[in-house]
């Protein structure tokens, strides 16, 4: 079993301070790093659908190839979205 050591009592603001600074800093960047996780996202659900009518359809790879580029465009409209509203 692992301990952990505690802080010494002149420690704890310090320690606290840090803790309420590191809290605000990913409070304020949720939005930035969320935009990151939607346009994978995005990429990844239309190019899986594209795939996905290729190999319904048999017109690879055309299909994946749009998908992939709508995904890619809804990525970044998504993106620049969510940075001009942080302004």
Sequence with gaps: MVTVPMPDDDQIPTL???LRQLQEIL???GPEMMAGYTM???I???GGIGYGL???LDTEPWLLTGGL???M???FVELARIV???K
Aim: net charge positive; with cysteine.
């Design 84 to 86: 001009t509203r942080r």
């Design 40 to 42: 994978m996202a995005a």
């Design 73 to 75: 465009v809804v990525g």
């Design 69 to 71: 580029l709508i995904g």
């Design 16 to 18: 606290a301070r840090s």
């Design 44 to 46: 990844l659900v239309c």
């Design 27 to 29: 409070r304020k960047s």
């Design 54 to 56: 290729d190999l319904w």
